[in-house]
């Protein structure tokens, strides 16, 4: 094990020593044609989990929704999402390079968007002038958005609209199982919402690679050729899908440690002078926090922690992103807080 303490992100995880073994013993295949029996299984079993139709097994989550952006989008059309979307902010301009789609970003809060933000973009789809709009990509949990799991009655009221006006929903779901342990509502129930989802595997269910996208036979057949295109078709990837087979046989249920290590290290970081975190709005393993001025840049202060062993980003001047995950204990929450205890009080009396 490492020695230091990693909030970086969820992606930081190392595979368990079980998962290296289920890696090691897995069947494997050309999976190019379709013959790896572990990917096979992986995408049937996701896809049913799912309630859909079909899945194909990407390299990563960005893989995954450019796929389905790909699938779903043809050039000149717009996809909406709201304004810290992953699709919009962190994929490399993927829906303008890949697919010849323009974003078009809607302020919501929290990473989440009403019925009336999703109304008041919506344009009519026949005029020449205007672009089509034919995707609209929600996220679950939201990732810049802090985490935030959605209400389930939200999620439903502005899916629901967009497909009965004729559009396409795309549900960013890397971080779904998350969502589904924090709220208890299954990864179906939200998945039924829309016509295709994501779910990353190397985040929170700590596998070292791979994603999946899940939607109709029809969809999953364009992804097919767009995750060609993308590089991503790979030949004994079974070795992948094994992890992931294993991850979802394990790493689910245990999210639950995850958040509460994020609520307790919410709770410790408020009882910090000079330091905030919104605890209201913290639902699942991440955590941002505001640095008072007075302390000095959120910078300095993850510098600090980075020489004494812990980890994290620094988001904007004033702000710090936490992110818990299976390779951080409860023990480690409460190293961190001492850390961070002990370098607020350097800084505040320098
Ligand atoms: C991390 C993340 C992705 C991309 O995942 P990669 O596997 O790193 O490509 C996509 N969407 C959201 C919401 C994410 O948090």
């Known amino acids: 094990m490492p020695e230091?303490?990693?909030?970086?992100?969820?992606?930081?995880?190392?595979?368990?020593?079980?998962?290296r073994t289920a890696i090691a013993e897995?069947?494997?295949?050309?999976?190019?044609?379709?013959?790896?029996?572990?990917?096979?299984?992986?995408?049937s079993r996701v896809a049913a989990l799912l309630g859909k139709e079909a899945a194909v097994f990407t390299c990563s989550a960005t893989q995954a929704n450019q796929a389905a952006v790909w699938a779903q989008c043809q050039r000149g059309d717009e996809l909406l999402i709201e304004?810290?979307?992953?699709?919009?902010?962190w994929e490399a301009g993927g829906p303008a390079v890949i697919s010849g789609v323009s974003v078009r970003r809607i302020a919501g809060r929290g990473g989440m968007l009403t019925l009336a933000d999703v109304e008041s973009v919506l344009r009519p789809m026949d005029d020449v002038h205007i672009p089509r709009q034919t995707l609209l990509c929600l996220e679950n949990t939201t990732n810049m958005g802090g985490g935030r799991v959605w209400p389930v009655e939200q999620?439903?009221?502005v899916a629901r609209f967009a497909r009965s006006n004729g559009k396409r929903v795309h549900l960013d779901g890397a971080?779904?199982?998350?969502?589904?342990?924090?709220?208890?509502?299954?990864?179906?129930?939200?998945?039924?919402?829309?016509?295709?989802?994501?779910?990353?595997?190397s985040k929170g269910l700590g596998c070292p690679m791979g994603a999946?996208?899940?939607?109709?036979?029809?969809?999953?057949?364009?992804?097919?050729?767009?995750?060609k295109v993308l590089g991503g078709a790979l030949r004994q990837a079974g070795m992948m899908a094994a992890a992931a087979i294993y991850a979802l046989d394990h790493h689910v249920d245990r999210m639950a440690d995850d958040h509460a290590n994020a609520r307790r290290l919410a709770e410790g970081l408020n009882q910090i002078d000079g330091v905030g975190v919104d605890q209201a709005s913290m639902e699942s393993n991440i955590v941002f926090a505001t640095v008072d001025p007075g302390l000095g840049s959120a910078g300095e202060l993850s510098c600090r922690l980075h020489e004494r062993g812990v980890r994290l980003f620094?988001?904007?001047?004033?702000?710090?992103?936490?992110?818990?995950?299976?390779?951080?204990?409860?023990?480690e929450i409460e190293q961190?807080?001492?850390?961070?205890?002990?370098?607020?009080?350097e800084l505040r009396t320098t």
């Open 83 to 89: 304004q810290a979307g992953h699709i919009a902010n």
């Open 155 to 157: 999620f439903r009221e």
């Open 314 to 331: 620094d988001v904007g001047p004033d702000r710090l992103r936490m992110v818990t995950h299976l390779d951080v204990s409860a023990d």
């Open 26 to 43: 897995a069947l494997v295949g050309d999976d190019m044609v379709g013959e790896d029996p572990t990917v096979n299984e992986l995408e």
């Open 212 to 227: 999946i996208l899940v939607s109709d036979q029809e969809t999953i057949r364009h992804a097919r050729r767009a995750r």
């Open 175 to 201: 971080r779904l199982f998350n969502a589904a342990v924090a709220s208890g509502v299954s990864v179906a129930e939200w998945a039924a919402e829309v016509d295709s989802v994501s779910i990353c595997f």
């Open 4 to 19: 230091h303490i990693e909030l970086r992100s969820d992606t930081f995880t190392n595979p368990t020593r079980e998962m």
């Open 336 to 345: 961190a807080l001492e850390h961070f205890r002990q370098v607020a009080d």
